[in-house]
T-cell receptor, first 117, second 114 residues
């Protein structure tokens, strides 16, 4: 069973540019979440999508946006890049369950490492 | 502001000993608690989750939850050098099917000394 696939794995951009990252969840997983990981702040929640709808959003500026397609694949976009956006962007998918039996466990992809110069 | 606190370490433990990792959280409404392991340069992988007070065991790993004290811990028995990694504690407000994102601690760097 294929895991969570993120592309591209590495990319370098300059300030002011925009970037789009892609995530393909595990087959059958309909929930996709995005996280930003930096050495200083650790892992921070960006947003979560389920059935093409954003259900929750973390405390990030509007430059960070995302969407989910009907096949559950998701993209996130960062516009007007800043140096501080350099980070590892992690996508995670989960099989949303009712009740506590599954506790909505996240499986992470390998990440997209963004460097902003 | 939900916060999850972990000692950053490094925590150095001799091979074969018990490694004890601790985590406290600020949101009393938290319902689900997770421990992830992250090797350098890799993405986090789930070790186990817990949502009821008490202990939950899975092989060499035991998670302990005390909601009254807002405290979660992870014990690793018979520590192996391959356990050397950063351990991330994560908390969610919902019990399972909710949309809440996970709030992560910054992780404890564990070193198992051969």
């Amino acid at each position: 069973k294929a895991g969570v696939t993120q592309t591209p794995r590495y990319l370098i951009k300059t300030r002011g540019q925009q970037v789009t990252l892609s995530c393909s969840p595990i087959s059958g997983h309909r929930s996709v979440s995005w996280y930003q990981q930096t050495p200083g702040q650790g892992l921070q929640f960006l947003f979560e999508y389920f059935s093409e709808t954003q259900r929750n959003k973390g405390n990030f500026p509007g430059r960070f946006s995302g969407r989910q397609f009907s096949n559950s694949r998701s993209e996130m976009n960062v516009s007007t890049l800043e140096l501080g956006d350099s980070a590892l962007y992690l996508c995670a998918s989960s099989l949303v369950r009712r009740g506590r039996s599954g506790a909505n466990v996240l499986t992470f992809g390998a990440g997209s490492r963004l460097t902003v110069l | 502001q939900k916060e999850v606190e972990q000692n950053s370490g490094p925590l150095s433990v001799p091979e074969g000993a018990i490694a004890s990792l601790n985590c406290t959280y600020s949101d009393r409404g938290s319902q689900s608690f997770f421990w992830y392991r992250q090797y350098s340069g890799k993405s986090p992988e789930l070790i186990m989750f817990i949502y009821s007070n008490g202990d939950k065991e899975d092989g060499r790993f035991t998670a302990q939850l005390n909601k009254a004290s807002q405290y979660v811990s992870l014990l690793i028995r018979d520590s192996q050098p391959s356990d050397s990694a950063t351990y991330l504690c994560a908390v969610r407000e919902g019990s399972g099917g909710g949309a809440d994102g996970l709030t992560f601690g910054k992780g404890t760097h564990l070193i198992i000394q051969p």
